[in-house]
């Protein structure tokens, strides 16, 4: 198949990336959503949606690989003296580009709910520690039950202030 013809297949399945791409971009921003609410059923069709869609995109780009092999995307739009291949040569940079920045979007919004799941987790195991009486004071005032520790300040209140 020519580089043309290439080209031109190329421009529809890019432009499929592109579109699942920003429907991964609005599933990670629902899954966020529902990882604040601590929503378990939105944050598991969120989740579920997102699976499809990776996959979804994982097959577009087995099929863009190969349909271009090891060809880079530099080297479909550029004839060998380095010129650039006209019509679609332009519209395929141009959407690739674009595409280029919806995964840098999508992986930046998948790392900022990972975060937010991180830090949700460890509040919910230091809640959980507390609940079983696990966790360790950090005074010696008072107990897990919420008593008086004994030996704690046992002279009674303490001067703060020195009268003069």
């Known amino acids: 198949m020519n580089e043309s ?6 421009l529809p399945l890019v432009d499929e990336l592109i579109r699942l791409e920003e429907l991964l971009i609005r ?5 966020k959503d529902a ?17 499809q869609l990776i996959e979804s995109l994982a097959q577009l780009e087995a ?5 271009v092999g090891s060809a880079t995307m530099r080297e479909i739009v550029l004839d060998p003296s380095g010129e650039l291949l006209p019509p679609t040569r332009a519209e ?4 690739w580009e674009n595409l280029r920045q919806l995964v840098s979007i999508a992986v930046d919004k998948n790392r ?4 937010l799941l991180s830090s949700s987790m460890k509040h919910i195991e230091n809640m959980k520690r507390n609940i079983l009486g696990e966790s360790v004071p950090k005074s010696g005032t008072y107990s897990a039950q919420g ?3 004994a030996g704690s300040n046992q002279q009674g209140a303490r001067k703060i202030i ?3």
């Not at 013809?5 to 190329?10: D, G, P, S, Y």
């Not at 599933?27 to 899954?31: I, K």
């Not at 900022?112 to 975060?115: D, R, V, W």
Request: glycine share 0%; aromatic share 0%; charged share 35%.
């Open 27 to 31: 599933c990670l921003e629902a899954e």
């Open 147 to 149: 008593s008086k520790v």
């Open 92 to 95: 395929l940079e141009s959407r």
């Open 63 to 67: 099929r863009r690989v190969r349909l």
């Open 162 to 164: 020195k009268e003069v």
């Open 112 to 115: 900022s709910n990972q975060q």
């Open 5 to 10: 013809a290439v080209r031109e297949k190329l």
């Open 35 to 51: 990882l604040l609410l601590a929503d378990l059923t939105l944050i598991q069709d969120a989740s579920a949606s997102k699976q």
